[in-house]
């Protein structure tokens, strides 16, 4: 039933598109005889374009994965305060995003910076083609603008890293051998009640990587604070963790992991895939030129051009 809902989506979607160039056509030849305006084939146009271009997007996200929620980690770059600071600011943009989208949101981790900000910080987000959305965000976003922790009024430049893999639904089965599983508990900070502090209900879990075809070994380290019990912060660690075995096994499956590691780079100057200009009035997305003066907006959650600017210049790859 799901596929012949997706198959239907695509006959719809097309059926639209068809139907709105045929009326612009006919809109164009009335106009030719006096009969409609040219105002009226300009708003058919346009109708016509965003039809075609929304399904152009749809069939940029038609990987599997795609289709699943996300699970995505900020990490700020060297620089203290300042960058920990742009971390936490990224942190509520992609927040805002998610939530003009109507995903749900989950933040299974979280470490305050030292004055200000966040040091890192994982955000689990539930809904369709998010994954597919997010995927354009992997990468070093860098920001520029004059820090109001500069005594001197200096412009400073920031660095912050968002890293996202696709989050694993039940219908996937992905294998974890538990004799490769170890954990540590903690006590989690913040807000939360006396349970939350005085109780070891964080969990920190530790996973030996194996590749069976290259032999090569890693460990997997998540921690998990959600839960204000120790067994749902368990269950939740483990769910993350198939999601990063999940991207793993993606990145054999698609045989893309120079790609990938193209995009994990040094969190410094040269490896952004996207600047944020405050005093220039300027965001800039380095891979697809794309670039919007709207700071504000984008700072609020408006990534869809930069989105879809990746999607339609990437999205079709392999």
């Not at 993350?240 to 780079?265: C, F, P, T, V, W």
């Given at each position: 039933m799901k596929i012949v809902r997706e198959l239907k989506g695509w006959l719809n979607a097309y059926g639209e598109v068809k139907s709105a160039t045929e009326e612009l056509q006919l809109a164009f030849d009335f106009m030719k005889e006096g009969i409609v305006s040219e105002e009226e084939v300009e708003a058919n146009y346009t109708k016509a374009m965003e039809l075609i271009e929304n399904l152009e997007l749809k069939n940029m996200l038609r990987r599997e994965e795609d289709q699943l929620g996300a699970v995505l980690k900020i990490n700020a770059g060297a620089g203290g305060t300042e960058s920990q600071d742009w971390a936490s600011m990224l942190f509520r943009m992609y927040q805002r995003w998610c939530e003009s989208k109507g995903y749900k949101t989950t933040v299974?981790?979280?470490?305050?910076?030292?004055?200000?900000?966040?040091?890192?910080?994982?955000?689990?987000v539930e809904g369709d083609v998010a994954y597919g959305f997010l995927k354009s965000e992997n990468g070093v976003h860098r920001l520029v603008r004059v820090s109001p922790y500069n005594a001197q009024g200096k412009r400073m430049t920031s660095f912050a890293s968002v890293f996202v893999v696709p989050l694993v639904d039940e219908s996937i089965a992905i294998e974890v051998n538990p004799a490769n599983l170890s954990w540590d508990t903690f006590r989690s900070s913040g807000a939360g009640g006396q349970n939350v502090n005085k109780v070891e209900t964080g969990v920190r879990l530790h996973y030996n990587y194996t590749d069976p075809d290259t032999g090569e070994s890693q460990e997997i380290v998540i921690e998990n604070t959600e839960s204000r019990s120790q067994l749902g912060n368990r269950e939740n660690?483990?769910?993350?963790?198939?999601?990063?075995?999940?991207?793993?096994?993606?990145?054999?499956?698609?045989?893309?992991?120079?790609?990938?590691?193209?995009?994990?780079?040094k969190i410094e100057w040269g490896s952004q895939i996207r600047s944020y200009v405050f005093d220039d009035r300027r965001v800039k997305d380095h891979r697809t030129n794309y670039q919007t003066s709207n700071v504000t907006g984008v700072m609020d959650g408006d990534l869809d051009d930069f989105i879809k600017a990746y999607l339609m210049e990437f999205g079709g790859e392999n």
């Open positions: 299974t981790n979280w470490q305050d910076g030292d004055d200000a900000g966040i040091k890192t910080a994982t955000l689990q660690a483990i769910r993350l963790l198939k999601s990063q075995l999940y991207e793993i096994e993606l990145e054999k499956r698609r045989s893309a992991q120079a790609q990938i590691e193209a995009g994990k780079k």
